[in-house]
């Protein structure tokens, strides 16, 4: 009998587990656009017409190799609107004995399937995403017995399993972790390497009309549209990352230039999450910068974190810990999102930059994620589940496995320390040595108080004294809270009171 093989839009790997034994003359592969995954939050034009473009071509590729696929495109007549009404269809229309699909990447979505073969009466198997290096098992088998699930830890645990950038059972250098090199702040005269621009083809041009024409009222620009859409031109990019821009990345990770979105990143992250780019590949490729002396080691070491250590963790931790993860609130945070985080109109000139970059690009890098949007809504005390909606919907690289963890976690410590050692909270002090925002700013990043101060600065106090409860007992912030108990007691008033003001007013 055949087999019904649904492949989602971030399983675009042809190595993928739900593929691996597939009969090509008998299994039919089933993909689908549907409003339902496009529509749940409010997604980033250009994130919706990066998947469907990429879905498209992948399809193709997958017929280029002798399977057979039934591809439903979201203006397909009878599109039901949803993967389950989809793989019904696809049932119904095939001789099929069972459905097959690899573990999506959202935990709304495994649970919705795991209800699957009770209602369509034949077997679902839905197979592990073998497309990470570390396991679940593994995973749970690390965390089994840990009040905190410190991410450097489990870092070189994977560093051993894997032999990545290790002399024997040493780390290569003598050191784990090379992120005190990693802190340049930017200077005048750094040669940001140029991104490879591409027009459109004629599938990514029907999708861009698409998405104009059905997802109109969506944040973000659409146009003009250049990611990579297919497996070649997704190496590429990862060619010219590892080249022009690798030796570079470790001194200058943290920096920030306004009107510079990509500086030193590699902006593969949205191609290794929808399967176009092979995350082991990646580090292997980047080791090999190393030892050929293309690259320093702190930049390699790096970057290998980001991917060996952050990301392989964050899944982890989202499959260890979801559902109840997403609804704690460690710091009782209620504010609503501000407005301005859909438009980027605001006087302060780091958020300007980094949500307009993230509007225009459906990208920001990390630093700007974690201590320009995150570290504001963090001091501003915004809700984390509208937050976590808004970092979901306007990234081309997020899915929920992803996305929640960094951001509920790690940008607002709302599990209340499993996953960070302390709050990410940063004055304009900190934003000013790791950028030129504070240049052009209207504020006054030195001011503290008054109409011209920067809302980092006094924001940044009167989070620590509401939080001083919670929060006191951290010893990574015992030097603040020092510093809090010698400021005059009017100044951290004033202080206080000028926060009042501005977020009443957001």
Known sequence: MAVLRLILGDQLDPHIASLKDADKQADLILMAEVMAEATYVRHH?????????????FAAELEEKGYRVCYVTLDAEGNSGSLKGEAARGLKDGAFDRLVVTEPGEYRLKADMETWQDTFGLPVEIREDDRFICPHEDFRTWARGRQRLTMEYFYREMRRKTGLLMEGDKPEGGQWNYDKENRKPPKAGLDFPKRATRSPDDITKDVVALVAERFADHPGDLEPFGFAVTREEAMRERDVFLEKALPHFGD???AMVAGEPWLYHSVLSLYMNCGLLDPRDLCERAEQSYRDGHAPLNAVEGFIRQILGWREYVRGLYWLKMPDYAESNFLMAQRKLPDFYWTGETKMACLADAIGTTLKHAYAHHIQRLTITGAFALLAGIRPSEVEDWYLLVYADAYEWVELPNTHG????????????KPYAVSGSYINKMSDYCRSCAYNVKDKTGKKACPFNYLYWDFLTRNEERLKGNHRLAMPYRTLKMMDPKQVYAMRAEAKRFLDAL
């Open 45 to 57: 034009k250009k994130k919706i017409a990066f998947v469907f473009s990429a879905m498209r071509h």
């Open 410 to 421: 790690m940008a607002l410590f709302a599990d209340g320390g499993l996953m960070a050692t």
């Open 252 to 254: 200058y990770q943290d």
